[in-house]
């Protein structure tokens, strides 16, 4: 066996090197050829009044289409409370106050317990993703589902609060009061709702809560507040809709003190906005998880 020298081996692959032509179409030639294109700008993020307008559209049709036998559902329930009451409060300040409770309920029925199941199953299945990934601010999400909610519920209240006059024998003429009531109070039930349906752990957490809020909206709302114990009344002013069932029931009296009504109506708008900002924040803190 004859061995090879080690130099000579390492020349002649040097030599075969040499000899062979640079291949065309390398990846180094290609790079230098043709450099990256460069990315395109990503669109802007949607403004706040503009996207709240698009989500409050698709909502409210959505609403429209799956939510209308529940709003039959939330009318017949409080004309069925009056009808009840009628047979215990024969009128005076009762009478008001279960009128404007009854017809606040409705309010309560759709938009804190139905918008705190909504949420709840959004966060349960994934639907948060979706809305994540729009250029929209989370605020106009939690503002254009509480509006529509809030919205598809003024037939209901109108219905109920011409009921309870008649069978009450409650004079009409200040319904018109019922255009302020029911926006104030919606937002604040409506953010309510929102923010119990986005903290819940659970979906099934989030109907209870719902559930246990229009409860409360029931028996704080509709009973005559002269008749609750000392505790439940306290109870019963931490209950975001309670300032615009005041209001509807003061404006009832022969002359109305509109100066309490715009308090009351103020409170409710201060009570709105608070529970809407929590909302907004749950919504950002359930998106990110």
């Known amino acids: 066996m004859s061995a ?21 179409g390398t990846a180094e030639h290609r790079t230098d050829a043709s450099p990256a294109a460069p990315l395109a700008p990503l669109a802007p993020r949607a403004r706040l009044l503009p996207a709240l307008a698009a989500v409050y559209r698709a909502q409210l049709s959505r609403a429209r289409v799956a939510r209308i036998p529940l709003l039959f559902v939330a009318t017949f329930q409080s004309i069925g409370i009056m009808i009840l009451m009628r047979g215990v409060v024969d009128g005076g300040s009762e009478a008001r106050a279960v009128v404007a409770g009854s017809s606040v309920l409705v309010v309560a029925f759709v938009a804190l317990n139905l918008l705190a199941q909504y949420f709840g199953q959004l966060r349960a299945g994934g639907g948060l993703d979706h809305y994540a990934t729009l250029p929209v601010p989370p605020a106009s999400v939690v503002l254009g589902t509480a509006g529509a909610y809030a919205s598809f519920t003024v037939p209901g209240t109108a219905v109920t609060a011409v009921f309870g006059c008649v069978l009450f024998g409650l004079p009409m003429a200040h319904l018109w009061v019922l255009a302020a009531v029911i926006p104030l109070a919606g937002a604040a039930l409506a953010g309510l709702g929102a923010a119990l349906g986005l903290l819940a752990p659970r979906q099934e957490l989030a109907t209870l809560f719902g559930q246990l809020g229009m409860s409360a909206a029931l028996l704080l709302g509709v009973l005559p507040a002269g008749r609750m114990p000392g505790p439940i009344a306290y109870a019963r002013d931490l209950l975001p809709s309670t300032y615009g069932v005041e209001a509807f029931a003061r404006s009832f009296d022969a002359r109305p003190d509109w100066g309490v009504v715009g308090l009351d109506l103020a409170v409710c708008a201060a009570v709105g906005a608070v529970s809407l900002a929590v909302a907004a924040w749950a919504y950002r803190r359930a998106a990110v998880r």
Request: charged letters at 25%; proline letters at 10%; zero cysteines.
């Open 4 to 24: 090879i020298p080690l130099e000579s081996g390492v020349e002649s692959h040097a030599g075969a090197d040499r000899g062979r032509a640079p291949a065309s």
